[in-house]
């Protein structure tokens, strides 16, 4: 079955940039979805489609995917962006699945 | 907008057979437009995929529970259930069930949009 691979953890301080990483066979053919968790809460779609936002979440979440390695990147990180982020495919063939990454916590030094 | 509830027992004997029920409002589980999933995540660790229904009733289940799930649609109740055989501690989790709409390409599918907020069964004697 696909694997997707993450960071356990990434550590960035207010203001700066954080990337957090999603690796896969051929992911870049792929369309990546990610979401961010909160604790106690269920997780919330932050991107989609590699580089797409709902409405609602903060331009500062963007997303890119190419090759190997999906990335979602975090402009100006805030202390309320402190949760654990998971990236996510879903594919229909001859059988449908979905697959999430390990999931990467985001501390906010 | 739509809202989904997980209801369901909060602990399960091991051996025993773990149910639970998520009732969906505002929303048709029959509209034919959605997947309608069960994701776990068990204590400190990451999201788990245990299957899907679409509204015919056709199934997808996870290849590492598949021989221990079963998960099944009520439309006249707009609920979809889970049932998970054999548990033990390793099934301890809190259980999400969530709705994807039905659209794929040829390359991938949608995002999960809505998700229920999830309810902790444990496996215990």
């Known amino acids: 079955s696909y694997v997707l691979t993450q960071p356990p953890s990434v550590s960035v301080a207010p203001g700066q940039t954080a990337r957090i990483t999603c690796g896969g066979n051929?992911?870049?053919?792929?369309?990546i979805h990610w979401y961010q968790q909160k604790p106690g809460k269920a997780p919330v779609l932050v991107v989609h489609?590699?580089?797409d936002r709902p409405s609602g979440i903060p331009e500062r979440f963007s997303g890119s995917n190419s090759g190997t390695t999906a990335t979602l990147t975090i402009s100006r990180v805030e202390a309320g962006d402190e949760a654990d982020y998971y990236c996510?495919?879903?594919?229909?063939?001859?059988?449908?699945?979905?697959?999430f990454g390990g999931g990467t916590k985001l501390t906010v030094l | 907008q739509v809202q989904l509830q997980e209801s369901g027992p909060g602990l399960v004997k091991p051996s025993e057979t773990l149910s639970l029920t998520c009732t969906v409002s505002?929303?048709?589980?029959?509209?034919?437009?959605?997947?309608w999933d069960w994701i776990r995540q068990a204590p400190g660790k990451g999201l788990e995929w245990i299957g899907a229904?679409?509204?015919?009733?056709?199934?997808y289940y996870n290849p590492s529970l598949k021989t221990r799930v079963t998960i099944s649609v009520d439309t006249s109740k707009n609920q979809f259930s889970l049932r998970l055989t054999s548990v033990s501690a390793v099934d301890t989790a809190v259980y999400f069930c969530?709705?994807?709409?039905?659209?794929?390409?040829?390359?991938?599918?949608?995002?999960?949009?809505?998700w229920g907020q999830g309810t902790l069964v444990a496996v215990s004697s």
């Open positions: 051929n992911i870049g053919s792929k369309s």
């Open positions: 229904i679409y509204d015919s009733g056709s199934t």
């Open positions: 969530a709705r994807r709409p039905a659209g794929c390409s040829s390359t991938s599918c949608l995002p999960f949009d809505f």
């Open positions: 996510q495919v879903a594919e229909s063939g001859i059988d449908l699945y979905v697959v």
């Open positions: 505002d929303d048709s589980i029959s509209s034919g437009s959605y997947y």
């Open positions: 489609d590699d580089s």
